[in-house]
């Protein structure tokens, strides 16, 4: 069984920044693809960023040039910086790595999400 724990998140006005981390728990052999993914009130989850095992960030268009995504895989944990912050990114922040476990690779592992309200 694999925990994952956010935090971060928090109250913002617009244009202000916030740092999330996820760190990730248990039977883990070795992690792939780690994601970031969030979801607003009434719309469906959306990916904003991924980076893989070798550091190589991919984005959304609505967040690329204002979020940055990285990892520390000594930790297994993977931080989203968001810079330049705007009402539409308030939503729950979920990670959600590809772990190889020893039932083998799985990608359904959730936390319970950090809270990201961009307000003025």
């Known amino acids: 069984q694999v925990q994952l724990v956010e935090s971060g998140g928090g109250l913002v006005q617009p244009g202000g920044s916030l740092r999330l981390s996820c760190a990730a728990s248990?039977?883990?052999?070795?992690?792939?693809?780690m994601r970031w993914y969030r979801q607003a009130p009434g719309k469906e989850r959306e990916l904003v960023a991924t980076i893989t095992s070798g550091g190589i960030p991919n984005y959304a268009d609505s967040v690329k040039g204002r979020f940055t995504i990285s990892r520390d895989n000594a930790k297994n944990t993977v931080y989203l910086q968001m810079n330049s912050l705007k009402p539409e990114d308030t939503a729950v922040y979920y990670c959600n790595p590809v772990v190889l476990g020893p039932t083998g690779w799985a990608s359904d592992y959730w936390g319970q999400g950090t809270q990201v309200t961009v307000s003025s």
């Open positions: 248990g039977s883990i052999f070795r992690i792939n693809d």
